[in-house]
């Protein structure tokens, strides 16, 4: 019970980091619309600049021009003096007022230089944000899944247990009949090779469950939505059966593929199986029934049960974190929220429903893998 608190507990520390992780990330990017704006007030500095420098240019085009008069019409020169002096005295004021414009261009150069290196370490500090998000959620989804297989943990010790007990019965057979002096060689072979077959079930067993509680990698991969059902449910096989739970399948013999990572998807299907057992526990009838189907370029993956259905006004509710109607200490309410962020971050929907009969209808929609990429990886 410390454990599940102490969990929980992280659990609730992790949700907060996230909430001051995107109130922190609201702020950075008020802080970045503050300098753009600072940013295209310089940008039009810049432009009343440039065009100071053309009217300037013209002005000294024109002082020129005066200056070629004044030594072609040297003989009026008296005459002109107070029109020289005048002119002299604008070419002051104006190369004065250049002066003072040049000292307010390097002045706005070092200030963009400035917010220039501010919007570098802004944005260096919004990806690292952004990276230690990602880093919790991926810790949260392994949370989930440790949860999942501390669940599973019952109906693995039996599937486990079967094996096991052929292995010691065809062992036995073959201690006896050599004790017996028994010179049957084929016989002791025979159940031999039933030993090494059940050895090898128990591996295969023990195997999947290493690959389904190791941290799942970020990389996406063509991956096969039948074989990830049929993965999901080798695992909630035991589970499912010790309850009486019968399981319909309507898989698509299209064989349709998507691009994403097949252990979260594994996972996802497990927490609605999970969800699904729970829910026709009390039911007359005990009925899960899972379909998958391809449509507009779109995998259409449907799971319904015979349960009591969700109640009125929780279907908006029931994808919330830490939110569960299950009586207390039989769930922690995170099964759906992370099944939500998973298939999110797989570019697809999740929504459920009430059936015509009764039960809860959740349906997973995802977007089918183009044909360049759809060699699904080996199970």
């Avoid at 005048?86 to 200030?111: C, F, G, P, W, Y």
């Avoid at 005990?286 to 993956?301: G, P, T, Y």
């Amino acid at each position: 019970m410390n454990e599940r608190t102490r969990e929980a507990a992280e659990l609730d520390s992790g949700v907060e980091a996230q909430a001051r992780l995107r109130e922190q990330v609201r702020l950075l990017t008020v802080r970045l619309q503050k300098r753009d704006e600072q940013r295209r007030a310089m940008l039009h500095i810049m432009g009343d600049l440039n065009e100071f420098n053309k009217r300037l240019g013209n002005r000294r085009k024109a002082t020129l021009h005066i200056l070629g008069d004044y030594e072609q019409d040297r003989r009026r020169l008296r005459r002109q003096t107070e029109r020289l002096d005048n002119s002299r005295r604008a070419l002051l004021h104006i190369l004065q007022d250049s002066h003072t414009s040049n000292l307010r261009l390097e002045v706005s150069r070092k200030a963009m230089i400035h917010i220039m290196g501010d919007l570098r370490e802004t944005t260096a500090e919004i990806q690292r944000r952004e990276q230690e998000l990602r880093d919790k959620q991926e810790q949260l989804v392994q949370a989930g899944k440790l949860a999942t297989l501390g669940e599973l943990t019952t109906g693995i010790a039996h599937e486990l247990n079967n094996p096991l007990n052929n292995i010691g019965l065809f062992v036995g057979n073959a201690i006896d009949l050599v004790e017996l002096g028994v010179v049957d060689r084929g016989r002791i072979v025979r159940e031999l090779r039933n030993t090494m077959q059940q050895v090898g079930k128990a591996t295969e067993i023990i195997s999947h469950l290493r690959t389904f509680g190791r941290v799942a990698p970020v990389s996406r991969e063509a991956v096969s939505m039948n074989q990830v059902v049929e993965r999901a449910l080798s695992l909630m096989h035991e589970q499912l059966r010790l309850r009486e739970i019968e399981v319909e399948l309507d898989l698509s013999p299209a064989e349709p593929v998507v691009i994403g990572n097949s252990i979260q998807l594994e996972q996802v299907l497990i927490n609605l199986l999970t969800n699904a057992r729970d829910a026709v526990a009390e039911s007359p009838r005990k009925i899960v029934h899972i379909a998958c189907a391809v449509r507009e370029r779109v995998i259409h993956l449907t799971f319904s049960d015979t349960g009591p259905g969700i109640p009125e006004g929780l279907e908006q509710r029931i994808f919330d974190p830490f939110f569960t109607t299950k009586e207390v200490g039989r769930g922690t309410g995170l099964g759906l929220s992370i099944t939500y962020g998973i298939i999110k971050e797989h570019g697809g929907t999740i929504g459920v429903t009430n059936g015509p009969g009764g039960g809860a209808v959740f349906v997973i929609q995802l977007p089918l893998a183009s044909d360049e990429g759809r060699k699904p990886s080996p199970p």
